[in-house]
């Protein structure tokens, strides 16, 4: 996005400030999560978190949770009945080219 900001400035300066909009919040956001991961990996690792600790946390107790076992049981009896009751589609597939106006 930078590269080809900078670019349109030689060519086109409207087109170029426009470019320039999304590309600086495209790497604010960038930048932000950036902060935000680190803070997230400082914070595991600071409470004596490791990966193996993680996949051991996850296959042990993580699905022996009661809460977590209904939570998922609701989340697939959900999908199975909206996947039941499926209406049929507000538009049909084919189009309708059908005038009233004719010549």
């Known amino acids: 996005g930078w590269i080809a900001t900078i670019s349109f400035f030689g060519t086109n ?14 790497t604010g956001i960038a930048v932000i999560s950036f902060i935000a991961l ?24 993580a699905w022996k949770n009661p809460h977590v076992q209904q939570a998922a049981q609701n989340a697939a009896m959900g999908a199975a009945q909206g996947a039941i009751h499926q209406q ?9 080219y059908s005038y009233d106006n004719q010549m």
């Open 13 to 26: 300066i409207g087109s170029a400030v426009v470019m320039l909009i999304p590309t600086i919040m495209f």
């Open 38 to 61: 680190t803070k997230v990996h400082n914070f595991y690792r600071g409470s004596g978190g490791s990966l193996s600790k993680a996949q051991e946390e996850w296959t042990t107790g």
């Open 88 to 96: 049929e589609p507000q538009y049909s597939a084919t189009p309708n």
